[in-house]
């Protein structure tokens, strides 16, 4: 009498396990859907924050000449200010000045202006290296922060870039046969104690005005000759 029993035990341990089987495939799927889940959503999380960062960047950079903008140039101006008046650290501020720009956009039109912006932008940060920036300030002026450096340093480096412009608008037929030159006047300016971003700024332009006085196409640096 006790073997039906054991038979009817027997079935039911079987469906019993069938069952628990059963829901652990179940689980199993639903554990692999919702890992799926999740990694799409870290994917999705990823792209979402290197879209994000893109975009930073992108408002921080001049769409013309793909250097740092002003907005970019005034963040950084700012904590370059506070971190060497906290370190008692040096660098310099330059403002350079494409010479008669407005005869290349009158004489040859806004696409050869704008490949010669290009071109000095690009000619500016060939030049540059680590922690120094190249940003466009506005119209056809640029703005170079350059830490870490004395300023006949800086002024040794602007004369450089100076003559490498030259070459470029020397190899440019447009310009020899518009009878045009395309040169650009430097202005620096060394961080001082007690300087505010309004007095570096004024002290940098004062320069490049000095260097637009003398004739344009040269480097004038304060404390310098």
Same mark, same amino acid.
């Given at each position: 009498?006790?073997?039906?029993?054991?038979?009817?035990?027997?079935?039911?341990?079987?469906?019993?396990?069938?069952?628990?089987?059963?829901?652990?495939?179940?689980?199993?799927?639903?554990?692999?859907?919702?890992?799926?889940?999740?990694?799409?959503?870290?994917?999705?999380?990823?792209?979402?924050?290197?879209?994000?960062?893109?975009?930073?960047?992108?408002?921080?950079?001049?769409?013309?000449?793909?250097?740092?903008?002003?907005?970019?140039?005034?963040?950084?101006?700012?904590?370059?200010?506070?971190?060497?008046?906290?370190?008692?650290?040096?660098?310099?501020?330059?403002?350079?000045?494409?010479?008669?720009?407005?005869?290349?956009?009158?004489?040859?039109?806004?696409?050869?202006?704008?490949?010669?912006?290009?071109?000095?932008?690009?000619?500016?940060?060939?030049?540059?290296?680590?922690?120094?920036? !190249?940003?466009?300030?506005?119209?056809?002026?640029?703005?170079?922060?350059?830490?870490?450096?004395?300023?006949?340093?800086?002024?040794?480096?602007?004369?450089? !870039?100076?003559?490498?412009?030259?070459? !470029?608008?020397?190899?440019?037929?447009?310009?020899?046969?518009?009878?045009?030159?395309?040169?650009?006047?430097?202005?620096?300016?060394?961080?001082?104690?007690?300087?505010?971003?309004?007095?570096?700024?004024?002290?940098?332009?004062?320069?490049?005005?000095?260097?637009?006085?003398?004739?344009?196409?040269?480097?004038?640096?304060?404390?310098?000759?």
């Amino acid at each position: 009498s006790d073997t039906p029993t054991e038979d009817i035990d027997g079935q039911d341990v079987k469906a019993l396990l069938g069952q628990l089987i059963n829901e652990s495939q179940k689980m199993s799927v639903v554990s692999t859907r919702l890992t799926d889940g999740l990694r799409k959503s870290q994917e999705r999380a990823q792209k979402l924050n290197e879209e994000l960062e893109h975009a930073r960047r992108q408002s921080l950079l001049d769409p013309l000449t793909s250097v740092a903008n002003r907005r970019a140039f005034e963040n950084r101006i700012r904590t370059q200010i506070e971190e060497a008046s906290d370190t008692g650290g040096r660098f310099c501020l330059v403002l350079a000045d494409l010479d008669e720009f407005k005869a290349v956009n009158d004489n040859l039109g806004h696409q050869a202006g704008d490949q010669v912006l290009k071109k000095f932008a690009s000619t500016l940060f060939e030049n540059t290296k680590g922690q120094d920036l !190249v940003a466009r300030y506005g119209g056809d002026e640029f703005a170079i922060i350059l830490p870490n450096i004395d300023v006949m340093s800086a002024y040794n480096l602007m004369v450089t !870039v100076k003559h490498q412009f030259e070459q !470029v608008r020397a190899s440019t037929s447009q310009f020899h046969a518009a009878k045009l030159e395309a040169t650009a006047s430097f202005g620096i300016a060394p961080f001082k104690s007690r300087r505010t971003v309004e007095d570096l700024i004024t002290a940098a332009d004062t320069a490049l005005n000095k260097a637009k006085s003398l004739g344009r196409n040269r480097v004038c640096a304060e404390g310098l000759f």
